[in-house]
């Protein structure tokens, strides 16, 4: 009785391990839409790995913090939000706390989490594009145009981010718009 038991407990954490993979590929698909993922480089034991249920609060506290800020445009409560998480070494966090700063217009505090986001990851495609921005709406364009150049070697010329910043570069210098 106890070896079916224990077979049966198997197959069923074996049938759940295979029906949740999918979930979570599909959580962190995208580094800025959706949560980044979990901690890189820092391997847990098993006793200590994170619960499921911690990686979909996360998940779930990340896109509500993701849609304050792009659907409701309230930086301010992003920002809480967004420290909340416990994440703000993660570059996808860190930039998007940059990005509210900026547009609250705190450009000093916006770039020190710009600089903190690329520490996390140099190859952060969206911290180069906002950080072009931030660098075009302080009068920097040489600084913009290496944002730019550095969007081209990690994306090429046909990203989203590159399009983007090149577009608010070709815009003429002082025209005192903010991105």
Known sequence: MNKLAIRLLTLA?????????????????APDNDPPPPDKGKKKKS????????????ADGYRAAYATIYDRHD??????????????????????IGYSYRKLGDYKVSQIWYERALKADPNHVKTWQYYGL??????NRDQAQYHLNRI?????????????????????PGTGLVY
């Open 152 to 172: 081209a070697q990690l994306t090429g010329t046909t990203s989203e981010e590159y399009r983007s910043l090149a577009e608010a570069m070709e815009k003429p």
């Open 47 to 58: 006793s200590e790995a994170r619960p499921a249920i911690e990686q979909t609060a996360f």
């Open 134 to 139: 931030w660098q075009l709406e302080q009068g």
């Open 75 to 96: 930086y301010a409560a992003a920002i809480p939000q967004l420290k909340a998480l416990g994440r703000d070494d993660s570059a996808a966090v860190a930039n998007l």
């Open 13 to 29: 954490m074996l049938s759940l391990t295979l029906a949740a993979a999918p979930i979570v590929t599909v959580v962190y698909a």
